[in-house]
């Protein structure tokens, strides 16, 4: 956390879902020679890295499944972050929940535990702050903790784009790569 802020206000941050987002989404990828970078992601958090922290939220429903384990998570996640690390991107925390749909956990997104935590922990000004993701309940996440939404139409959003209308979710706006969705949020932090 050894970043400096322009001003002291209230630190902003992006929630960032992982998989069909940041990464390609290889349905419970794991193994690293299944990792690969989505367009404009290294452009897209650099243009937005002296502003805002960035968190990856993620649901791991493959470990409650049994497909991988918390340490195959792990090693594949910390993969994600180094690489990013290595072009002056910091992810300050992954927030992972490894459970199933039935489990009825409180921590797999559109539940909010995640945010609360965040918020708690690191002090976010959640209003002004931003989700982005592939999936209607990454939006519903974000709007259930209060923050911007962006709908990326990546990974496994252009299947999903219908569902938005159908479940009545609306992102605060829909993109098609996630360098337009960093532009759109460096507008938006200029503006106010
Ligand atoms: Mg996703
Ligand atoms: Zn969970």
């Known amino acids: 956390m050894g970043r400096k802020f322009r001003t002291m206000s209230k630190k902003k941050a992006i929630l960032l879902d992982r998989d069909g987002t940041l990464i390609e989404d290889k349905n419970y990828a794991y193994k690293i020679e299944d990792f690969k970078l989505l367009p404009g992601v290294i452009e897209g958090l650099q243009l937005l890295q002296n502003e805002l922290l960035f968190f990856i939220v993620t649901n791991q429903s493959g470990i409650g499944r049994g497909y991988y384990t918390v ?3 792990h090693k594949f ?24 749909k039935e489990d009825k956990c409180d921590c797999r997104k559109p539940k909010t535990k995640f945010i609360g935590e965040i918020i708690k922990e690191f002090d976010v000004d959640i209003k002004r702050s931003w989700m982005i993701g592939d999936h209607p309940s990454d939006i519903q996440f974000g709007i259930n903790g209060g923050c911007n939404t962006i709908f990326l139409t990546t990974g496994h959003g252009d299947k999903h784009i219908d569902d938005l209308k159908s479940l009545g979710i609306k992102p605060t706006c829909i993109y098609h790569d996630f360098y337009s969705a960093a532009e759109k949020i460096y507008e938006d932090l200029q503006k106010k």
């Open 71 to 73: 340490e195959d998570f």
């Open 77 to 100: 996640n910390n993969h994600l972050v180094e690489t990013l690390k290595e072009q002056n991107i910091e992810i300050i925390k992954t927030y992972f929940c490894p459970h199933l």
